[in-house]
């Protein structure tokens, strides 16, 4: 089983920043893709940023210019720089992967971190 642990959420003041970032261990082959996902109390789960193998990176509208992802070279981490944070931005932060396990690509989620914007 492929695990994500995701670090770096916590309180900050509108405006201010803060670095997320996802650790990917187990049995992986590759990782053919990585991203970001946000789920606010009462809302859904929605797509903040993806980064494929290639490079080609995808943000939200309501993020881009502010967030950026980005990955190490190896691909075992997966970094999410959040500026000019907003208190709409406050949500739970969600690492997703696309991997290959066992000569299959499968997706998989970490348990979240709590990013908080006061205004």
């Known amino acids: 089983q492929v695990q994500l642990v995701e670090s770096g959420g916590g309180l900050v003041q509108a405006g201010g920043s803060l670095r997320l970032s996802c650790a990917a261990s187990?049995?992986?082959?590759?990782?053919?893709?990585m991203g970001w996902y946000r789920q606010a109390p009462g809302k859904q789960r929605e797509l903040v940023a993806t980064?494929?193998?290639?490079?080609?990176?995808n943000y939200a509208d309501s993020v881009k210019g502010r967030f950026a992802i980005s990955t190490d070279n190896a691909w075992n981490t997966v970094y999410l720089q959040v500026n000019s944070l907003k208190p709409e931005d406050t949500a739970a932060y969600y690492c997703?992967?696309?991997?290959?396990?066992?000569?299959?690509?499968?997706?998989?989620w970490g348990q979240g971190t709590q990013v908080t914007v006061s205004s």
């Open positions: 187990g049995s992986i082959f590759s990782i053919n893709a």
């Open positions: 980064i494929t193998s290639g490079g080609i990176t």
């Open positions: 997703n992967a696309a991997a290959v396990v066992s000569g299959a690509m499968r997706g998989y």
